[in-house]
């Protein structure tokens, strides 16, 4: 894949709004998303579910984060200037 991290999250941004709506959907009617544990299944979080998404998509925060200070180094235009 050619396109930038920071591109292919954008692209997928809606799909992870939606599995995210799923989870409080089914979390608002006491189905809760278990994953296994050590001895016994817990729980996911949010943050759990958000890094199984990630995992699913093929995002990798680092060079997402790296990519997004990339864009904030002195120099670089900013789009909102006029």
Known sequence: ???SMTTRYNDRHRDRQV???FVEFLR???IHVMGPGALR???LTPMDISRQIDAWQGVDRAQLAAERQAQLQPGMECACRE
């Open 1 to 3: 894949m050619n396109a």
């Open 41 to 43: 299944p817990v729980e």
């Open 19 to 21: 599995v995210h709506q």
């Open 28 to 30: 608002s009617h006491q």
